[in-house]
């Protein structure tokens, strides 16, 4: 099944830019890196997705590795609203079940 | 406006009582899904619905049931509830089950107690 590894806190300052490493070493070549995260007290919601190339839009950047086996969501500027925890995930290959891991818990310090 | 409601928010039950919690979403999404998240596991997904009648085991499917007779709804049943399923709920739904790139939208979230 599709497993994917991340940190389980990182702290960051406000104001300065974060990056959020995820490993995701079974992907496989048709499935699409999503992130979500999840805000205190709320259901997860959308960060970005992206497949091969780097993607931006106006949440965050996401950075993938040529060999597709890890990816960066980097936050440009991260304020106290960003605090969460954020999720990278893939689809089991062959299959349209979601797995998600335990996420990275991002605290951002005034 | 769109969105994914799930019913009720909250629900304190004992066990063996059979319950369900309602989802539905009015952006006429064919992917819904359900998950369960508990301390230190994270969000695990129960069962997926790929369109009316079209239903799926997820990663912990033991214990619930799940039915898609109508393209809004998702119901998630539990026949006889333990308090191993005491947990924080919720159904998600994306437009198209076969776009790997589609972006899931989550309800607010149920919270279970069984007792």
């Known amino acids: 099944d599709a497993k994917t590894t991340q940190p389980n806190s990182m702290e960051s300052n406000e104001e300065e830019p974060v990056h959020l490493p995820c490993n995701h070493s079974?992907?496989?070549?048709?499935?699409?890196i999503h992130w979500y995260r999840q805000l205190p007290s709320q259901g997860p919601e959308y960060v970005i997705h992206g497949l091969t190339s780097n993607v931006n839009n106006r949440m965050a950047s996401l950075a993938i590795a040529e060999d597709r086996k890890s990816s960066t969501l980097i936050l440009h500027r991260a304020t106290l609203r960003d605090a969460a925890v954020y999720y990278c995930i893939h689809t089991t290959s062959g299959t349209y079940k979601y797995i998600f891991g335990t996420g990275t818990r991002l605290k951002v310090l005034a | 406006e769109a969105q994914v409601t799930q019913n009720p928010r909250y629900l304190i039950t004992v066990t063996g009582k059979k319950l369900t919690v309602t989802c539905s979403q009015n952006?006429?999404?064919?992917?819904m899904s359900w998950y369960r998240q508990d301390p230190g596991l994270g969000l695990r997904q129960i069962y997926y619905s790929m369109n009316v009648e079209v239903t799926d085991k997820g990663d912990v499917p033991e214990g619930y049931k799940v039915s898609r007779k109508e393209k809004r709804n998702f119901p998630l049943i539990l026949e006889s509830p333990s308090p191993n399923q005491t947990s924080l709920y919720f159904c998600?739904?994306?437009?198209?089950?076969?776009?790997?790139?589609?972006?899931?939208?989550f309800g607010p979230g149920t919270r279970l107690l069984v007792l």
């Open positions: 952006m006429n999404h064919e992917y």
């Open positions: 998600a739904s994306s437009r198209k089950y076969n776009q790997k790139s589609e972006t899931q939208y």
């Open positions: 079974t992907i496989s070549g048709t499935d699409y």
